[in-house]
């Protein structure tokens, strides 16, 4: 850890087994568990010209008169942590840009029903805090009226069955024609531990149904009511 064999070590002081920096960044720690306190921290330390992770845990040695002879000291070596934990929080960044960007609702609620990620589009509704969301139910942020239209698809969801449907979006003065679609999240022993949920805005393509629909039942009025015989014939007659 140090550089020097364990043998060489015995009888020496800290200060002199550690350099004057890396002693001066520790002796806070080395005050705290003189003084009988338990702690821990981590700490980088270069070995062999590369920057290395420690978890480092100071445990008081008390005596049974209540005074400390000394410590014992744990370091482990967490680079790897420490590596795989930057590379999570960059892909959470990059996963975080994305579903930002993206014209939709997004976000994850976990086993309890409680949401545990959404995107910034949930900002557009009015009095919704994206950073107050996290934690809270559906009934919570949308009420219980919402919670009761969506019930039905989010215990289907959280039973493993992915679910696609539309519904009106009608909430704090928002009316809204949304597709949405609940994707199950399943862990490595096959339980459904949450579900990712996305809704998209259809409204315009709705309207575009309904209008076509009133148009199909108004030809069909008129068609069914001219005293003649009408019919359509296609391009191959």
């Known amino acids: 850890l140090y550089g020097i064999p364990a043998e060489d070590a015995i009888g020496k002081t800290i200060n002199v087994i550690m350099d004057a920096d890396f002693y001066k960044r520790n002796k806070p720690y080395v005050t705290q568990v003189l003084n ?17 992770w420690d978890r480092v845990t100071y445990v008081p040695d ?16 967490i680079t790897d942590f420490k590596r795989i934990q930057s590379e999570l929080m960059a892909s959470e960044k990059r996963i975080r840009t994305i579903t930002d960007n993206v014209p939709a609702l ?99 393509r709705k309207e575009a149904e309904l209008r076509l629909q009133s148009s199909e039942g108004l030809l069909r009025t008129v068609a069914d009511n001219i005293p003649a015989f009408v019919s359509f014939i296609d391009s191959e007659n």
């Open 36 to 52: 009988g306190e338990w702690t821990q921290f981590e700490r980088r330390a270069e070995r062999k010209g590369k920057l290395e």
């Open 106 to 204: 997004i976000a994850y609620i976990d086993a309890d029903e409680r949401y545990q990620f959404c995107n910034r589009v949930y900002k557009k509704i009015p009095g919704v805090d994206t950073k107050e969301m996290i934690g809270k139910s559906i009934q919570e942020v949308f009420g219980d009226q919402t919670y009761r239209e969506l019930e039905e698809q989010i215990h289907l969801a959280l039973k493993g069955e992915a679910t696609s449907f539309e519904r009106m979006l009608s909430v704090r003065g928002i009316n809204k024609y949304m597709q949405y679609e609940f994707v199950p999240d399943t862990n490595l022993d096959g339980a459904t531990v949450g579900f990712y949920s996305m809704a998209v805005d259809v409204s315009d």
């Open 62 to 77: 008390i005596n049974k008169k209540g005074q400390v002879d000394g410590f014992f000291v744990l370091a482990e070596n």
